[in-house]
């Protein structure tokens, strides 16, 4: 396609996400909406009101007729996350571009036949693990690759949030659908750690729950099992230990998200919503510790993830119109599936997970 030309853009899956991905697009100059596909009519209703007044684009009920109407030049995949796996497959069929939501599917076989599928394609495709694009944490890892800090030896992720959102059909309240929610919502952290460890992971500790979350909840009488809190220890190829610690009925918080890498001559932090980013030096102490607030004058449209969503769509429209590598890639998305996917086990059955046991 040409590289001025705008990219024409479907967005399938038209709930939460959906919506949201939909109000980052419109605020990018050369991107267009040209379609929108989801099986529930409330949905469509929620997407045609976000499109706004005057904006008519066809709606399909089934991915499918969207990709037969061949409209267009890329596709978002927002749909539930057990969907992900066909939906993919039948956009890469098609030979369209994708930006697929995390994670990338909910099962280890539905990675590999998504990773095999893409790597004999042409198409394009990008996983959207957009913690890396949110500006403190883009600029933390900045500074953790500049030697600032030495050589990173410690990696750690705190997250102490909201409870889970109501989502259509109530398909996130069930580990079957979401992968569990160590998979569903943590795939972004894995991603991240490891982006930072700079090594595979190869084994994974965890211990986590359901204690206080969708315990009074009904669902055709079945009760919610996603954990609503876990701690996660992992260990990379290259000597490097990462830590999750996740709480969600944590709402007393300042600040939802907290990083820390940790060097061998100093440390970095970052720290969302207040977008602070901290740079501390062993040698200075907390005397030493210099503080900024980091934000992207590029954003244009902050949205629920800190104008992460927008930066990273800047640099999916950019590899769709000249052919260039996804920066955030299938690969990417199966090993932060994987990792998850351990810790889930791990919790489970109460041991230590190698990674060799899931890849």
Excluded at 196 to 202: D, H, I, T, Y
Excluded at 215 to 229: K, T
């Amino acid at each position: 396609m040409s590289t001025t030309a705008p990219v024409k853009i479907g967005i399938i899956g038209t709930g939460m996400m959906g919506l949201e991905h939909i109000r980052n697009l419109q605020a990018i100059e050369g991107a267009e909406i040209v379609a929108i596909a989801d099986p529930h009519p409330e949905s469509l209703e929620w997407a045609r009101m976000t499109l706004g007044e005057g904006v008519d684009v066809p709606s399909f009920t089934d991915h499918r007729g969207l990709l037969e109407a061949d409209l267009c030049d890329a596709v978002v995949i927002a749909s539930p996350n057990m969907t992900h796996a066909e939906v993919l497959l039948d956009v890469l069929a098609a030979g369209v571009d994708c930006l697929v939501e995390k994670p990338l599917c909910t099962t280890m076989e539905d990675c590999r036949r998504v990773v095999a599928a893409a790597e004999a394609s042409d198409s394009l495709v990008w996983v959207g693990l957009e913690y890396r694009y949110m500006p403190p944490v883009a600029r933390a890892i900045e500074i953790a690759r500049s030697g600032e800090i030495g050589d990173v030896r410690m990696v750690a992720m705190r997250e102490h949030r909201f409870p889970f959102l109501v989502k259509v059909g109530d398909w996130n309240r069930f580990n079957e659908n979401t992968g569990g929610t160590l998979v569903e919502k943590c795939c972004h952290f894995f991603d991240l750690l490891g982006l930072l460890a700079g090594a595979p992971a190869v084994r994974v500790m965890a211990s986590g729950g359901q204690d206080v979350n969708h315990l009074d909840e009904s669902y055709g009488g079945r009760v919610p099992d996603i954990l609503d809190n876990a701690l996660v220890i992992i260990e990379y190829a290259n000597g490097v230990r990462g830590s999750l610690d996740l709480c969600m009925f944590a709402e007393g918080s300042v600040n939802q998200e907290e990083l820390s890498v940790v060097g061998d001559l100093g440390k970095v932090e970052a720290f969302l919503p207040s977008a602070e980013v901290r740079v501390g030096q062993r040698v200075g102490w907390h005397d030493g510790v210099q503080s900024q607030i980091v934000v992207d004058e590029r954003v244009a449209h902050e949205g629920f993830h800190h104008g992460s969503s927008y930066l990273e769509h800047l640099d999916f429209l950019d590899a769709v119109r000249n052919r260039t590598a996804p920066l955030v890639t299938v690969a990417d998305g199966l090993a932060s599936v994987a990792v998850g996917m351990a810790a889930q086990i791990s919790l489970a059955e109460h041991r230590v997970v190698e990674l060799s046991e899931i890849l």
